[in-house]
C-alpha cells in the first residue's frame, strides 16, 4: 500500500513537471514564450490546470455507452500505472520485485488498448472511434518489434527480473543474489580479456556491454514512441484531423486521467528503456585506476546514499530521455497510417529479428 | 551538372542524416531561448537584425513603440481649444460633436496666442466610430487636437469609446447659457431702447 501510495505521488510529480516542460520546451523551439503568468516563469501552470480540470462538469454524451465510456480512464490509467509496479528506482527499492517483471509490464501494458478501444467505442463519436482504431492497430502493431528489442535484452541478461537486469549493468554486479560469481567483461566477450566487473559505469551498461543493443535500443525507443500515441506517430490523436483521438469526449476528471494515463506511458516506457538499456540506476562513470568515481556515485547499498544515488541517476537518465521525446515531437511531422506500418513491419520487425538472433549468438560470446 | 538540392534522396544514410538535420535545428533554437528580441521601434536599424532568440513580446509589460507619425487616439487639449468646429466639419464619419456656446467676454488665450470666444458645453469624439484618417488634427488652427500613441483602448461598454473633451460641468454650462441670454437679452433690451429712442426723434 505505501509503495502504491508512494509510486503514485513519484508519478504525478513527474507529470506535472512533464506537462510543465512540454509547454516550455515546444514554446522554446519555436520561439516562443510559454506560460509565464502562473507562478515564476508560469512553473505552477499545470498545477493550475490540473486544479482547473477537477473542477470541471464531467459531461457523459447522451447516446454514449456509459459503463464502458465511464470504466475507460480509469482501466487505461490502471493498466499504465500496474506497470510501475516492478520498475526498480533504486538498489533496493521495487515496488513488487517479481521474478517475471519484464514478461508482466508486456502483458499489463497490452490492456492499455482494450481500455482505449472502450473508450473510442463508448464515445459514439466517429472521430473518437477512428482514433481508437488507428490507436490499436498502432500499439498492437509496434509491441512487436518493442517486445523483440526487450528480447535481445532478455537472452543477454538471462533475467526477466528488472532488478537483476539492473545489477548487471553495474559495479554493484556481485552483490545481486546468485550473480556472485559474475563477471563483466568490455563489449561482453571474454576473449577480449578486459574484466570491467569492477570498472562499472558506461562500461557496463547493456548498450556497451553488447553493442548491438544500442540498434536494439534505437527499435525500442521509436516503438515506445509509437506506443505512448507520441509524435511523430501520434495518428490516433492527431490533433488537426481527428480533433483529439479517442478522447474527445472526455471532460473534467475523466480527461484528466486519461491525460495522466498519457503521460505516465511517456514516463514508464522511458523508464523501461534506461533500465534494459542505459544501465538503470547505475552510475555514467567508471571506476578509473585510482579515482573510483563509481564507486563514490553508487552510495551504499541499504542506505541513504544508494537511494539518493540510484533514484537520482534513473530520473535524470529518464527525463533525457523524455526531453528526446519532447523534441521529437516538435522536430518531426506526423507519418500517415501506411507509413507507420510500413516503418514497423518492414524496417523495425525484420531488423529486430535479425537482432534477437544476433543477440544469442552475441550471448555465446559472453560466457 | 547535379544540383544537390534537386536530386532526390534516398538511401538510410540520407535519412539519418536529415533526422539528424531535424534534431539540430530544434536543438539550437531551444539553446537560443535565453536570448529575447528586443523590443525596437520598425524605425530601428536593428528592427529586422535579430534572426535569434524568443520574439514573443509580453504585451502588456511591454510593446514596441509606435512611429511618431501614426494615428492612434485622439486628443483635444480643450484649454487650447477655440471651439471652431473646423474638426467637426470635415471629419468624414461625424465622429466629432461640438456644441458651442459664446463667451459673454473674452475668456482667455490659448497657448499660442489665439483668442478664446467660445465655450464648449459638448466636445465628444466617438472613436468607435472614428476612422483615423487625421483629418480633424491637419485642420485644427491652434493643434489642439492630436493623435496620441495610445492605441490599447478597448472597452467593455460601447458608450465609453465617445470621450468627453468639454471642460465645463453641465451646471457650468447651464450657468454660461444663461449669462450669455442675459447679456442678449440686455443686448436686445439697450437696442429696443435705442431704436425707441431713434424714433422719438
Not at chain 2, 500613441?149 to 465645463?168: G, Q, R, S
Request: aromatic share 10%; charged share 15%; proline share 5%.
Amino acid at each position: 500500500m505505501l509503495a502504491f501510495l508512494l509510486t503514485l505521488m513519484l508519478l504525478l510529480g513527474i507529470v506535472i513537471v512533464l506537462a510543465y516542460a512540454e509547454r516550455k520546451v515546444a514554446a522554446f523551439m519555436q520561439d516562443r514564450m510559454g506560460p509565464t503568468e502562473a507562478g515564476p516563469y508560469g512553473s505552477l501552470q499545470s498545477v493550475l490546470d490540473v486544479l482547473k480540470l477537477l473542477q470541471k462538469e464531467d459531461i457523459v454524451p447522451a447516446a454514449a455507452d456509459k459503463k464502458l465510456f465511464k470504466l475507460a480512464p480509469i482501466l487505461i490509467f490502471a493498466a499504465v500505472f500496474a506497470g510501475f509496479a516492478v520498475i526498480p528506482f533504486t538498489p533496493d527499492l521495487i515496488p513488487a520485485g517479481i521474478g517475471i517483471g519484464v514478461f508482466y509490464l508486456l502483458a499489463i501494458i497490452s490492456l492499455d488498448v482494450v481500455g482505449l478501444l472502450m473508450a473510442g467505442w463508448g464515445s459514439n463519436n466517429k472521430y473518437a472511434m477512428l482514433g481508437a482504431m488507428r490507436s490499436v492497430a498502432q500499439i498492437v502493431s509496434y509491441e512487436i518489434p518493442a517486445g523483440l528489442a526487450i528480447l535481445s535484452v532478455v537472452m543477454i541478461c538471462q533475467s526477466l527480473d528488472f532488478q537483476e537486469i539492473s545489477y548487471q549493468q553495474g559495479v554493484l554486479l556481485n552483490r545481486f543474489p546468485g550473480l556472485e560469481f559474475e563477471k563483466n567483461w568490455l563489449f561482453g566477450i571474454e576473449a577480449l580479456g578486459i574484466n570491467t566487473t569492477n570498472i562499472g559505469g558506461i562500461t557496463t551498461w547493456n548498450i556497451f556491454r553488447a553493442p548491438l543493443l544500442l540498434v536494439a535500443f534505437v527499435i525500442y525507443f521509436i516503438a515506445s514512441l509509437a506506443e505512448s500515441n507520441r509524435a511523430p506517430f501520434d495518428i490516433p490523436e492527431a490533433e488537426s484531423e481527428l480533433v483529439a483521438g479517442f478522447h474527445v469526449e472526455y471532460s473534467g476528471f475523466r480527461f484528466a486521467i486519461l491525460f495522466l494515463a498519457e503521460y505516465s506511458m511517456m514516463v514508464l516506457v522511458s523508464l523501461v528503456a534506461v533500465i534494459l538499456f542505459l544501465g538503470s540506476w547505475n552510475t555514467p562513470l567508471p571506476n578509473l585506476t585510482t579515482l573510483k568515481l563509481a564507486n563514490w556515485t553508487t552510495g551504499t547499498v541499504g542506505e541513504l546514499s544508494g537511494i539518493l544515488w540510484g533514484g537520482f541517476w534513473l530520473l535524470s537518465k529518464t527525463f533525457v530521455l523524455l526531453f528526446l521525446q519532447l523534441q521529437i515531437r516538435w522536430t518531426y511531422p506526423r507519418l500517415r497510417v501506411d507509413q507507420l506500418m510500413y516503418l514497423c513491419w518492414k524496417v523495425l520487425t525484420p531488423v529486430a529479428l535479425v537482432i534477437v538472433l544476433l543477440a544469442g549468438i552475441w550471448r555465446l560470446l559472453m560466457v | 551538372m547535379k544540383k544537390s538540392s534537386v536530386t532526390h534522396k534516398t538511401g538510410f544514410w540520407e535519412v539519418v542524416k536529415s533526422l539528424l538535420s531535424g534534431l539540430r535545428l530544434t536543438w539550437r533554437h531551444f539553446r537560443n531561448a535565453d536570448k529575447r528580441r528586443a523590443p525596437v521601434p520598425v524605425m530601428d536599424e536593428n528592427y529586422f537584425k535579430q534572426p535569434e532568440g524568443l520574439v514573443t513580446l509580453t504585451y502588456p509589460y511591454e510593446a514596441i513603440p509606435v512611429p511618431e507619425n501614426g494615428r492612434y487616439r485622439l486628443h483635444n487639449e480643450i484649454d487650447d481649444c477655440i471651439v471652431c468646429d473646423l474638426c467637426a466639419k470635415i471629419c468624414p464619419v461625424n465622429c466629432i460633436t461640438i456644441e458651442s456656446v459664446k463667451a459673454t467676454e473674452e475668456i482667455g488665450m490659448t497657448s499660442d496666442g489665439t483668442k478664446k470666444r467660445l465655450y464648449a458645453p459638448v466636445f465628444d469624439i466617438d472613436m468607435a466610430k472614428c476612422c483615423y484618417c487625421g483629418l480633424c488634427t491637419t485642420v485644427c488652427p491652434t493643434d489642439c487636437l492630436t493623435m496620441t500613441p495610445v492605441y490599447d483602448f478597448a472597452e467593455v461598454d460601447i458608450k465609453n469609446m465617445i470621450y468627453h473633451f468639454t471642460d465645463l460641468t453641465p451646471e457650468q454650462a447651464e450657468e454660461k447659457k444663461q449669462l450669455l441670454a442675459k447679456q442678449q437679452e440686455e443686448m436686445a433690451a439697450a437696442k429696443a431702447a435705442a431704436l425707441a429712442a431713434r424714433k422719438q426723434q
